[in-house]
């Protein structure tokens, strides 16, 4: 089956760690995602990226970085510079826009 | 000019009943209009999604009406069933812009 695996499902860190999120997809998308989802705040783009090698910030990328070094992997990583880091952690893909996202379950992390 | 303003933040509706749920933007140069159902615990996916040049578009229950005048989108889902409570986002896109903005989410509940 064609789909977005992300993992883990549940992430525990400390605070001052950096912690990587993983996102794998086969669905042969050029385009992905990374979202964070906080209640109340909807779905906030961190970083997006549409071909390999290369990647834009999105509305909140502060704290934050990615790679893109393969079409189909796409990790996250949230750096102890992230002030909030607990969120649930949504990965995307798509063809080129305009074309529905596809999304992965998600990966909730709490950083204590 | 950038933000999706969706309404309202909760919703509770009667089995049999119709679900309304509002979107409105700004930025006139937005094209694609889609509408995402999240299940807790799951990413969210695409339900339904409609371009301008149409004012409704149909899938089953769920209807999008789209008032290009008023800047406004919107989603109905008839007969509404308990399996209908989730997470709906409305999210909008321009062309040449790889990436959705996204309402802050209507969290939807029917009762049985």
């Known amino acids: 089956d064609g789909g977005i695996t992300q993992s883990p499902k549940y992430l525990f860190r400390k605070e001052g760690q950096n912690v990587t999120l993983s996102c794998e997809q086969n669905l042969n998308h050029d385009a992905m995602y990374w979202y964070r989802q906080d209640p109340g705040q909807g779905l906030r783009l961190i970083y997006y990226?549409?071909?390999?090698?290369?990647?834009q910030k999105g509305d909140i990328a502060e704290g934050y970085s990615v790679s893109r070094e393969k079409k189909e992997s796409f990790p996250l990583t949230v750096t102890s510079a992230q002030k909030n880091p607990t969120a649930f952690y949504l990965c995307?893909?798509?063809?080129?826009?305009?074309?529905?996202?596809?999304f992965g379950n998600g990966t909730r992390l709490t950083v204590t | 000019q950038q933000q999706v303003k969706q309404s309202p933040q909760s919703l509770i509706v009667q089995k049999g009943g119709i679900s309304i749920i509002n979107c409105a933007y700004e930025n006139t140069a937005f094209d694609y209009f889609p509408w995402y159902q999240q299940f807790p615990g799951k990413g969210p996916a695409l339900l339904i999604a409609i371009r301008p040049d149409v004012s409704e578009k149909k899938e089953g229950r769920f209807t999008i009406s789209f008032n290009k005048s008023a800047k406004q989108f919107s989603l109905h889902i008839m007969d509404s069933q308990p399996g209908d409570s989730a997470t709906y986002f409305c999210a909008a896109s321009r062309e040449g812009a790889q990436k959705l903005v996204f309402g802050q989410g209507t969290r939807l509940t029917i009762n049985p």
């Open positions: 995307a893909s798509s063809p080129i826009l305009p074309s529905p996202l596809h």
């Open positions: 990226s549409q071909i390999v090698n290369d990647f």
